[in-house]
């Protein structure tokens, strides 16, 4: 758990993180040398979320079906959104079905 100062400080970064690839890689690096656990966090959640993004659109891709299609982006939408707002209001919450796995799989990241 993060204390209210490392979510004021680690704010910007963990903002960052969620807009675009590009954004989530540029917050890794501001947040090399600081390494500040709530910017931490989102990073991990953010970057799983445009990874995830990705792979479900090569899997979509496949599908001949608008419907499956805006499903799939509706989903990952929603867990953007999600872990967005948790990076707006401060506070450390895991997007729901694969965001522990994301801080799992990037425990060495940031």
């Known amino acids: 758990m993060t204390t209210i100062n490392d979510s ?7 903002i960052l ?8 890689v540029i917050a890794i690096f501001m947040n090399m040398e600081s390494k500040n ?10 970057l799983g979320v445009h ?4 792979l479900i659109l090569a899997v979509v891709s496949g599908f001949d079906s608008w419907l499956i299609t805006f499903s799939f982006w509706i ?19 895991i997007v729901p079905l694969v965001g522990e796995y994301f801080q799992k799989w990037f425990d060495k990241l940031a």
């Open 8 to 14: 004021k400080e680690g704010k910007s970064n963990a």
């Open 17 to 24: 993180a969620y807009f675009t690839i590009i954004g989530c």
């Open 37 to 46: 656990k709530f910017a931490s966090f989102h990073i991990k959640q953010a």
């Open 51 to 54: 990874i995830l993004y990705f």
């Open 75 to 93: 989903f990952v939408f929603i867990l953007w959104i999600y872990g967005f707002i948790g990076a707006l209001q401060g506070r450390e919450t």
